[in-house]
């Protein structure tokens, strides 16, 4: 389980960073910044992919609460024109400006930080598994992607968005043969980008 030691180690307002939605064929990337409160952090926060869907809407309720949180997304026709790490940076660097409150450090999960950030950072590998403040960052990230595909799935039901998330599940692959390319779909991602070289047609 995460834990509080690198915040403490650190000192101060520590904020952690996490994205959902680099892997997608459709969609947004969403980046969370974290900033908990000590005295306050719910019970039972842990790397949003270990949480089943209810407790992570749970604890997504807990989390807004008590802690101060920041949200920023890239959108598709910015993953295409930018490549998705430089759309996941964005929408970091874009989640850490959304922070009602200025932190002196962020921790940010994976290797790799952008360069454009306001503060010092320290990068963390498999940081949602060590960082509570990281943890937090990516429940934050997962649960407002997935309400965004549900949402977007409203208008475009045929793939499964509510279920996938806009992953490439066998659904939404079958679906993309089918009924073709939506608005929301990365185009520079496969197979999307084969089939629009194959002139599949091409929906609303």
Same mark, same amino acid.
């Given at each position: ?6 915040? @403490?180690?650190? !000192? +101060?307002?520590? =904020?952690?960073? %996490? ?5 997608? @064929? ?6 969370? =910044? ?9 019970? !039972?926060?842990? %790397?949003?992919?270990?949480?089943? *869907?209810?407790? /992570?809407? #749970? ?10 949180? +920041? ?11 930018? $490549? ?19 932190? $002196?450090? @962020?921790?940010? %999960?994976? $290797?790799? =930080? ?7 950072? /320290?990068?963390?590998?498999? +940081? ?16 407002? *992607?997935? /309400? ?7 208008? #475009?039901? #045929?793939? +499964? ?6 992953? !490439? ?16 779909? *990365? ?16 929906? !609303?």
């Amino acid at each position: 389980m995460p834990d509080y030691s690198i915040e @403490l180690e650190i !000192g +101060g307002m520590v =904020a952690g960073v %996490d994205e959902a939605g680099r892997g997608p @064929l459709a969609g947004p990337v969403v980046a969370a =910044a974290v900033v908990l409160d000590f005295q306050r952090i719910p019970a !039972g926060i842990d %790397d949003s992919k270990k949480l089943k *869907r209810k407790h /992570r809407e #749970h604890l997504y309720g807990l989390i807004v609460a008590s802690a101060h949180v +920041g949200v920023g997304m890239a959108s598709v026709e910015e993953i295409d024109r930018i $490549n998705i790490l430089q759309a996941t940076f964005l929408a970091m660097v874009r989640a850490v400006e959304a922070l009602p409150v200025a932190p $002196n450090h @962020l921790l940010i %999960d994976g $290797n790799r =930080a952008p360069k454009t950030l306001p503060c010092a950072c /320290r990068t963390v590998v498999g +940081g949602d598994a060590i960082s509570l403040s990281i943890a937090a960052a990516s429940i934050i990230a997962k649960v407002t *992607r997935d /309400r965004i595909m549900a949402e977007l799935a409203l208008a #475009h039901p #045929h793939y +499964g968005w509510e279920r996938n998330a806009g992953y !490439g599940t066998p659904e939404h692959q079958r679906a993309l043969e089918m009924v073709g390319i939506s608005s929301h779909h *990365r185009r520079s991602f496969e197979p999307v980008y084969r089939l629009m070289n194959q002139d599949s047609p091409t929906s !609303g």
